[in-house]
Nanobody
Framework: QVQLVESGGGLVQAGGSLRLSCAAS????????MGWFRQAPGKDREFVAA????????YYTDSVKGRFTIARDNAKKTVYLQMNSLKPEDTAVYYC??????????????WGQGTQVTVSS
């Protein structure tokens, strides 16, 4: 059974930082492209960032470039999202996922339960 467990969310003031973690189990982690998505109330879930396996290539949505950093530790079967210079617009539930890309779109195949990130002004 695929299991993805996010942690590290919370309340932070604008300009602050948070580091999200996703602990993975139930699949071969080092063969999977991993990513983060987020969903704000009343909005569709959107792609945030992804990291590949062998090349450790990273991809980001434009709104977080230069502020967020995705990384993975294959030995620990964990993917991270370091979020700096947070803005109120970043407020959402953040989900870890096994991801794939088709053209310019990113899709999640398996999802964690999510962790709430709230950025106050």
């Amino acid at each position: 059974q695929v299991q993805l467990v996010e942690s590290g969310g919370g309340l932070v003031q604008a300009g602050g930082s948070l580091r999200l973690s996703c602990a993975a189990s139930g699949f071969t982690f080092n063969t999977a492209t991993m990513g983060w998505f987020r969903q704000a109330p009343g909005k569709d879930r959107e792609f945030v960032a992804a990291v590949t396996v062998s090349t450790f290539s990273t991809y980001y949505t434009d709104s977080v470039k230069g502020r967020f950093t995705i990384a993975r530790d294959n030995a620990k079967k964990t993917v991270y999202l370091q979020m700096n210079s947070l803005k109120p617009e970043d407020t959402a539930v953040y989900y870890c996922a096994i991801t794939r890309q088709r053209n310019t779109h990113w899709w999640g195949d398996y999802w964690g339960q999510g962790t709430q990130v709230t950025v106050s002004s």
